[in-house]
């Protein structure tokens, strides 16, 4: 079974820092994977979506990245902002079947 | 519409209540998939349709849990004699073909007392 991992589990920045959120699966037959915000008591918010041949992909100041042969993603924020202040989580879709796993989540605070 | 849509956003059931939540996905999507968070940030994957049809119940409880998507009806999630254990935000996403991005709605907030 797939077991997807976040690390840190929380993480506090100053303002303008740049970060780096680890995301690792131990079953490297996926198909994509997908980083997600989850902002306090709403639903996911979708950021990039890496197809599993890709290496990487960019949305303004989020760079997100896949190495599946050792099972790791990142995502990179660049220059953070307070309002990047929410929960982190990536999600990969296997080969086979239709279901995302999730991981833990790392919730990220930006502080002013 | 442009939105995957969920109502109710809040459900108070006593336990061995019924409780039925829906999920109209983006127009367009032809994939539908029902997810459970229980604790913070544990999301458990319930059940999946392509249209009308399952295309991945592996993750159903079998015996109190349903769903269905009916033709031109919002889908719907159901739970039979509720449980305590059964309090989570359940989610619903649509994507328009299977291997793409998932889109999420706002999710139903389930509180069994």
């Known amino acids: 079974k797939q077991e997807v991992t976040q690390i840190p589990a929380a993480l506090s920045v100053p303002e303008g820092e740049n970060l780096v959120l680890n995301c690792s699966f131990t079953d490297s037959a996926i198909y994509n994977l997908q980083w997600f915000r989850q902002d306090p008591g709403k639903g996911l918010t979708s950021l990039l979506l890496?197809?599993?041949?890709?290496r990487e992909q960019t949305s303004g100041r989020l760079n997100a990245s896949l190495d599946k042969s050792s099972g790791r993603s990142t995502l990179y924020i660049a220059a953070s902002q307070p309002g990047d202040s929410a929960t982190y989580l990536c999600a990969v879709r296997m080969n086979t079947g239709n279901q995302f796993y999730f991981g833990t989540g790392t919730s990220l605070t930006v502080i002013p | 519409g442009e939105e995957v849509a969920q109502t109710p956003k809040h459900l108070v059931r006593g336990e061995g209540q019924k409780a039925k939540l829906y999920c109209a996905p983006i127009k367009g999507h032809s994939y539908v998939f029902w997810y459970q968070q229980v604790l913070k940030n544990e999301f458990k994957f319930l059940i999946s349709?392509?249209?009308?049809?399952?295309?991945?119940e592996t993750g159903m409880p079998k015996e109190r849990f349903s769903a269905k998507c009916l033709p031109n009806s919002p889908c719907s999630l159901e739970i039979q004699a509720t449980k305590l254990e059964d309090s989570a935000v359940y989610f619903c996403?649509?994507?328009?073909?299977?291997?793409?991005?998932?889109?999420f709605g706002p999710g139903t907030r389930l509180t069994v007392t």
């Open positions: 996403a649509s994507s328009r073909i299977s291997p793409y991005e998932q889109y």
């Open positions: 349709f392509q249209n009308e049809n399952v295309f991945d």
């Open positions: 890496i197809q599993s041949s890709q």
